[in-house]
C-alpha cells in the first residue's frame, strides 16, 4: 500500500486498501515518495498494525489491515490509517 501511494498508482491502492484509507493517504499528499521506512509491526485483535515514518520530516503512518479480508484473499485489507 505504502509503496503504491509513493508512486502515486491509485489502482492499485483501490485494490490494497478501502476508500477512507485512499483519501486519507492522499489527503496528506496526492503521491506519498520515496522517504517512508517501515519502523514497527505488531498483531492482535484480527488485524495486523503497521508504522512508518516520513524520513524527511518525522512524521509517523499508522496502517491497519484486517486479517479476515485478506486470508479470504479479498481486496482492500487496509481499513485505516491516521497520521501522528
Known amino acids: 500500500m505504502v509503496v503504491a501511494w509513493g508512486n502515486g498508482n491509485e489502482a492499485q491502492?483501490?485494490?490494497l486498501a478501502t476508500a477512507q484509507?485512499?483519501?486519507s493517504l492522499?489527503?496528506?499528499s496526492k503521491e506519498g515518495g520515496a522517504h517512508w521506512s517501515q519502523?514497527?509491526?505488531d498483531a492482535g485483535a484480527g488485524s495486523?498494525?503497521?508504522s512508518y515514518e516520513n524520513t524527511e520530516d518525522g512524521s509517523v503512518l499508522n496502517?491497519?489491515?484486517q486479517n479476515q479480508v485478506v486470508g479470504q484473499g479479498?481486496?482492500?485489507g487496509v481499513v485505516e490509517a491516521n497520521f501522528e
Open 13 to 15: 491502492m483501490q485494490q
Open 21 to 23: 484509507v485512499i483519501t
Open 26 to 28: 492522499t489527503g496528506h
Open 39 to 41: 519502523t514497527s509491526s
Open 48 to 50: 495486523v498494525f503497521v
Open 63 to 65: 496502517l491497519r489491515v
Open 74 to 76: 479479498h481486496e482492500q
